[in-house]
T-cell receptor
Framework: DTAVSQTPKYLVTQMGNDKSIKCEQN?????MYWYKQDSKKFLKIMFS???????INETVPNRFSPKSPDKAHLNLHINSLELGDSAVYFC?????????????FGEGSWLTVV | TQLLEQSPQFLSIQEGENLTVYCNSS?????LQWYRQEPGEGPVLLVT?????EVKKLKRLTFQFGDARKDSSLHITAAQPGDTGLYLC???????????FGTGTRLKVLA
């Protein structure tokens, strides 16, 4: 009964490749997020969708493109991967973000670019 | 510029000791949350504080939200090895959907 599930969990790929990470939540939430956690464990928001609409788009390179086909899914596609893209990417979801709403995180996708 | 600074960044203590982790900002938040992350997993919510000055207790953990809603603290009494992990505070910016995470505190409790 995984609440927020993302695949793959581990991904090793070469520079220049294009890859996707998929995320699904079965919590009935209307807001989904992608966070990036770097080697220093700093967790930074990349994107957020509310009811399939993009509401947060941080200063992320254009090579990163999120897609939300429906409220329960938020996929992340990365073009022309670079070494600096190596990180753990977390998908998350919550109810419409009012003060105090819990963010539920997936287990993370470990991306290594070689 | 980090909106939410946590201190200390690293903490290694003996079982049974007490500790306090701080989360500071110059920004006002609608709410502040504390998460704990274990290796290989995503962060898991421990508590949410909403009102300035609010204090919440979760067994041996005590959380406080600053009066001005700009800072918070997490106090652990009689730490146990099971408390080992990465502790993250996260603030919700007023009028936005954005949660900003702190810089993190890595706690290790030695048996």
């Amino acid at each position: 009964d995984t609440a927020v599930s993302q695949t793959p969990k581990y991904l090793v790929t070469q520079m220049g490749n294009d890859k996707s990470i998929k995320c699904e939540q079965n919590l009935g939430h209307d807001t989904m997020y992608w966070y990036k956690q770097d080697s220093k464990k700093f967790l930074k928001i990349m994107f957020s969708y509310n009811n399939k609409e993009l509401i947060i788009n941080e200063t992320v390179p254009n090579r990163f493109s999120p897609k939300s086909p429906d409220k329960a899914h938020l996929n992340l596609h990365i073009n022309s991967l670079e070494l600096g893209d190596s990180a753990v990417y977390f998908c998350a979801s919550s109810h419409t973000s009012n003060a105090g709403n819990t963010i539920y995180f997936g287990e993370g996708s470990w991306l290594t670019v070689v | 510029t980090q909106l939410l600074e946590q201190s200390p960044q690293f903490l290694s203590i003996q079982e049974g000791e007490n500790l306090t982790v701080y989360c500071n900002s110059s920004s006002v938040f609608s709410s502040l949350q504390w998460y704990r992350q274990e290796p290989g997993e995503g962060p898991v919510l421990l508590v949410t504080v909403v009102t300035g000055g609010e204090v919440k207790k979760l067994k041996r953990l005590t959380f406080q939200f600053g009066d001005a809603r700009k800072d918070s603290s997490l106090h652990i009494t009689a730490a146990q090895p099971g408390d080992t992990g990465l502790y993250l505070c996260a603030g919700s910016l007023p009028g936005t959907y954005k949660y900003i995470f702190g810089t993190g505190t890595r706690l290790k409790v030695l048996a």
